[in-house]
C-alpha cells in the first residue's frame, strides 16, 4: 500500500483494486450525500405523516416546481420514496420505513451532541474557581 493510500484509507478499510474505495463506500456515501440536504431530511420527515403530492411537499419546503422536483428525484434515485399517480396528481411515500429509523437515531445522536455541547458551555461560562455543583437539593 503506498503512503498516499495509507492516509485517506483507515487501516483494515477495504479498497478497490486501483486502490481507492470499495464501491460499496462508494455507494454508502452517496446515499449519505443525498440526505445532505436540508429540503430533503424535511422531505423525508413530512412524508412521516403519510403520503403527500407533490403540490403539498413543494408548498411545505417552500421550493419552486423545478427545486421540489430535483429533490424528489434525488430520493426516488437513492429508493428513499416512491411515487404514484393517480389522475394528474402525483404522490409520494417512503419506500422503506427503516428509513425513519436512520432519521431517529440521526436525531438521538444530535440530541447527545447538543447535551454535551451544552454542558461544556455551561462549565466554561461559569466563574473560575465556582465549586461544580449537581444541581440537587443541598
Known amino acids: 500500500m503506498s503512503a498516499t493510500s495509507d492516509l485517506t484509507q483507515p487501516a483494515g478499510a477495504a479498497t478497490a483494486p486501483h486502490g481507492g ?12 450525500r443525498t440526505l445532505g440536504h436540508p429540503a430533503r431530511v424535511r422531505a423525508l420527515e413530512l412524508l412521516r405523516e403519510g403520503e403527500r403530492t407533490v403540490g403539498e411537499l413543494q408548498q411545505q419546503l417552500g421550493l419552486d416546481s423545478s427545486g421540489a422536483s430535483q429533490h424528489l ?3 426516488r434515485k437513492q429508493g428513499l420514496i416512491e411515487a404514484r399517480k393517480e389522475g394528474t396528481s402525483v404522490f409520494y411515500r417512503i419506500k422503506d420505513p427503516r428509513t425513519f429509523q436512520l432519521l431517529e437515531a440521526a436525531r438521538q445522536i444530535l440530541t447527545t451532541h447538543f447535551e454535551d455541547s451544552q454542558a461544556i458551555l455551561g462549565e466554561l461560562a461559569r466563574p473560575s474557581g465556582e465549586p461544580v455543583t449537581d444541581g440537587g437539593p443541598s
Open 21 to 32: 474505495p470499495a464501491p460499496i463506500h462508494r455507494v454508502k456515501a452517496e446515499f449519505f
Open 73 to 75: 428525484a434525488a430520493l
